[in-house]
């Protein structure tokens, strides 16, 4: 692709390829990708060089489960945008107007790629998870220092649960914006769920920094240093989240947990006691209740407790699992049994919703 | 004042009275295992080896079988190959691999010894990723291959193994835990993540494996009985085998520790000779899960009765950023999760743990825990992953009120390897009880135990008559100093590996051992009164001590 290429870009079609082509985008947001696709191909047979209908050609052929096709459209699409963002570190502000005359003229393509000058956002949303991260590292190559990209394109990672390009986006935000206070929470929240705990403790601790306390960023740090383990460390981020947030129980449940952590199981009970005051619908500090009371002997109480974090969440299975081990040592064979079934099916339900990701990253 | 105990006190080591010394240098022992690449780009690269202690040469000391991998690439020459050593005495050894008929070359995990045809020595399982290798010791300080007269031949992966008397008909039974189903040529296509960076697939991106139960017919053959028993109805990525009384009866039972698919405890339900028949009491024992019902990443796995009650309790060791779990046995086949109460938990979280074992290592009288630890990801030293690849081991001090405290750097154990297996004994008769630790890429760890006799103790080797030769599955409760002690004999445990036979108590202060009852796999029970301490003694079932000595 040549400099004249970006000029073919820019230029304005004609009022009626102009119409066609929006008629063509219409029929695509409404799902009739046939229909589109006739648009877009009669686009192209006037303007063959026309990007932004090769772009939505490729979708279309996708979601028509064309997927060579789209594929191979989509490669070369992919190369010419990489090529506009080497243009312009190349060439500069110079352009920077072609951009902004496409932009004016097809807004529609603003966010959808010229904004963010990259295919990735695309590809994410055809499911190519792979492709739309070395898209994204290829253009992040050439432009490491472009913070409203990355920060987009960040979002738009951790939104799809693609947690590690995520942290790569939000590390070049932060380096050209130290300031972004959200892009910093960003990045700790990511690597909190690679479970990366120290680049995540720093991350947030500067989020502390440059916002100021807030319960949940409290909360998160907290539960990095749980992990760490800083157990004391913890405690203390969850007792200032609790007084940041007095009739929250979450604080409470997350107290219970890190004394737990520390055996202290008399401390926890009543930490638990008190998040499920707060907030009753909260399955969890009633499901770690009903384990300490099971832990102690105390059945008939542990029995109680579970069916009430079931009546808080009915899909809560680790409470199952719980009811299982009371059943078990109430000597109620059957209802143990039928306990552990229940808790079995709940996990694999709720394992299946889990993406790729998710689970290999357990590992 | 020994020095050992003069540079703890100039170190500021603490209170422990004993301290390990890897004496590897210089003692023989010269195998450097082969485990796959050094980059781990598959699964079947991580898992490692184990080591038997076991006296092949009934020379009254313990020789030691070391197993080695293999590789997908090999360079050209002979392969790798298992190791037999001969102790000498003095942590002085000697390689008799060739002499003794051995050296298998399979693609090896584990190492079990134990007396398959009751005729008084150690026969040698070893488990491979491909077939096993039973070898029959021929009482001459040689083997012969006899695994496809005996039965067990077998393609899978296998892992632990752990030999007893399931059917009570006199012989050692054999239960095998697999763990994936593995071809070399077809690893999975998937990219895995381990904290976001790429990484060998675990086994979440494979089936899990299918284990085995073999009933031994006392001819030197086995009958597979897998599905006649209950256990391969259900397949788990297995690693560590142990075998106990866990549910109090006289049958032995069966836990095993399987990575990510939740624990297996299978109760003994056999009634009659021939038939073994197992319970599935993994979940609802609450030793099959932690908190919640999650499964952890089980990897090692030993028994012991860490608070004093007589029942076994079980310790298994998982993956970093999840802690080790002690499961207290509560009786009647029910567990307690107590590893934070016990102060385990929090103290394991960054390690990736393998072999593992109950012991008395200062002969304080009660059971102190070693984990052996090593990460399965050379990844983890590339960026701020919150573990590293090599780890140190660790050493558990029993506080004797419920509770552990960390004494590994006291101990001597800060040295970061890439530690799989352990196996433990008396390698230099001094008293107390030295560990060997496989490592992956390196030699063993040889650990000296000095110090850890300063107390007393006595030993037992028990010779079963009626009961399996090995007397394993006898359960010996000790009395003395107003305290009491029970262990079970046992033939594997830990993670691949196989250790001292002998049962060793620490004494503490007592001078002697008051009573000392053994309840024999056949039923026979029998009490033995002031046993002086600083002795082994040979006990025969139904005879008694047939022997004693320092």
């Known amino acids: 692709m040549t400099f004249a290429s970006i000029v073919l870009l820019a230029q304005i079609l004609t009022p009626g390829e102009r119409a066609s082509f929006e008629q063509a985008i219409a029929l695509h947001l409404a799902s009739d990708f046939e229909g589109a696709l006739r648009g877009y191909e009669g686009t192209l047979g006037a303007r063959p060089d026309f990007l932004p209908a090769r772009l939505y050609r490729a979708e279309a052929l996708w979601l028509l489960g064309r997927r060579d096709e789209a594929r191979e459209t989509l490669s070369r699409v992919q190369e010419e945008l990489f090529l506009v963002r080497v243009l312009r570190r190349t060439f500069g502000e110079s352009a920077d107007p072609l951009a902004e005359r496409v932009a004016e003229a097809y807004p529609l393509e603003r966010n959808r790629f010229l904004a963010t000058g990259t295919a990735a956002l695309v590809l994410l949303s055809m499911g190519e998870l792979e492709e739309a991260i070395a898209d994204y590292r290829r253009i992040a190559s050439i432009d490491p220092e472009d913070a409203t990209l990355h920060r987009q394109l960040g979002g738009a990672f951790a939104s799809a649960k693609l947690f590690s390009p995520a942290v790569e986006a939000f590390e070049r935000v932060v380096v050209t914006d130290p300031g972004d206070a959200s892009s910093w929470r960003q990045l700790g929240s990511g690597n909190l769920v690679l479970q990366r705990w120290e680049p995540a403790i720093d991350a947030l601790e500067k989020v502390l920094g440059l916002a100021g306390e807030d319960a949940g960023l409290l909360l998160a740090l907290g539960y990095t240093y749980e992990r760490m383990p800083n157990i ?47 907030d009753p619908k909260m399955p969890e500090p009633l499901g770690f209740l009903g384990e300490i009371q099971l832990r102690r002997g105390d059945t008939e109480l542990a029995l109680r407790t ?44 709720k394992r299946g919703v889990l993406s790729q990701e998710e689970v290999l990253a357990l590992r | ?21 890897d004496v590897v240098e210089g003692s023989g022992v010269d195998l450097v295992t082969t485990f796959g690449s ?43 190959r298992d190791r037999l050593y001969r102790n000498e005495g003095g942590f002085r050894f000697t390689d008799v691999t060739e002499a003794a008929g051995l050296g298998d070359t399979g693609w090896g995990g584990g190492a079990l010894a134990g007396d398959v045809d009751n005729d008084g020595d150690p026969d040698l399982l070893v488990t491979n990723f491909g077939s096993n290798v039973l070898y029959r010791n021929n009482g001459d300080g040689t083997f012969a291959d006899v695994t496809a007269p005996a039965g067990l031949e077998d393609g899978r992966w296998h892992s632990s193994a752990a030999f007893g008397d399931l059917d009570s008909d006199g012989f050692l039974d054999l239960y095998i835990a697999n763990h994936a189903v593995y071809q070399i040529a077809e690893p999975p296509k998937l990219p895995c993540f381990w904290k976001g960076i790429q990484i060998a697939c675990g086994p979440l991106a494979h089936r899990p494996e299918r ?40 049958r032995l039972d069966v836990y095993v520790a399987n990575d990510l698919s939740g624990n297996f405890l299978f109760l003994n339900r056999t009634t009659a000779e021939s038939r073994i028949v197992f319970e599935d009491a993994s979940a609802l024992s609450g030793a099959g899960f932690v908190e919640g019902g999650r499964e952890q990443a089980g990897m090692g796995v030993d028994s012991g009765d860490f608070n004093g009650d007589g029942r076994p309790d079980l310790h298994v060791t998982n993956f970093s ?25 929090e103290a394991t979280l960054p390690y990736l743990g393998w072999g593992t074992a109950f012991a008395d290592f200062d002969s304080d009288s009660d059971l102190d825990l070693l984990v052996v630890n090593g990460h399965i990801y050379p990844e983890a030293d590339r960026f701020q992953s919150g573990t590293s690849y090599a780890q140190g081991n660790l050493l558990f001090e029993n506080e004797g009120d419920g509770t552990f405290r960390d004494v590994s750097a006291a101990v001597g154990l800060g040295a970061k390897r890439l530690g799989r297996g352990a196996a433990l004994g008396d390698v230099d008769e001094d008293g107390d009880l030295d560990v060997i630790v496989a490592n992956m890429h390196a030699l063993p760890s040889l650990l000296r135990n000095d110090g850890g006799n300063e107390r007393n103790r006595v030993r037992f080797l028990l010779l079963g008559a009626g009961s399996n030769r090995d007397g394993v599955g006898a359960r010996v409760t000790l009395e003395s100093g107003g305290r009491s002690q029970t262990r079970t004999a046992k033939s594997g445990g830990g993670y691949l590996s196989s250790h001292d036979p002998r049962l060793h108590f620490g004494l503490g202060e007592a001078r002697a051992a008051e009573r000392v009852r053994i309840r ?20 025969k079932e139904r005879v008694g001590v047939v022997a004693e000595r320092p």
């Open chain 2, 211 to 250: 284990h085995l139960v073999y009933r031994n017919r006392g001819d030197f053959s086995f009958a597979d009985v897998s599905a006649s028993s209950g256990v391969s109805a259900k397949p788990g990525f297995g690693f560590g085998v142990v075998m106990d009384h866990f549910d109090d009866d006289s």
């Open chain 2, 321 to 345: 950023d999840d802690y080790n779990t002690l499961y207290r046995n509560d009786g009647g086949g029910l567990f307690t999760d107590v590893s934070f109460e016990a102060r385990l938990g």
């Open chain 1, 306 to 349: 579970l069916e009430s974090a079931l009546a808080a969440d009915p899909e809560y299975f680790e409470a199952y699992y719980h009811l299982a081990q009371v059943h078990r040592r109430l000597g109620r064979a059957d209802e143990a049994r039928a306990a552990l079934v229940r808790y079995e099916e709940l996990k694999r339900k």
């Open chain 2, 38 to 80: 050094e980059e781990k780009r598959f699964i079947i690269e991580y898992t490692g080896t184990g080591a038997a202690l076991t006296d092949y040469d009934s020379d009254s000391d313990l020789d030691l079988y070391l197993v080695n991998g293999s590789a997908i690439e090999l360079p050209p020459g002979a392969p790798p």
């Open chain 2, 520 to 539: 024999w796999p056949s039923g026979e029970s029998e009490l033995f009164e002031t046993l002086a301490s600083g002795r082994t003694y040979a006990i």
């Open chain 1, 232 to 278: 004391e460390k913890a405690l203390d981020l969850y007792r200032r989240a609790a007084r940041l947030a007095p009739d929250s129980g979450r604080p409470h449940y997350r107290i219970g947990r890190a004394l737990m952590t520390q055996g202290k199981l008399e401390g926890a009970e009543k930490a638990f006691t008190k998040a499920s005051s707060l």
């Open chain 2, 1 to 21: 004042m020994r020095l050992g105990a003069l540079l703890l006190l100039l170190s500021g080591g603490g209170e422990s009275p004993f301290r390990f010394v």
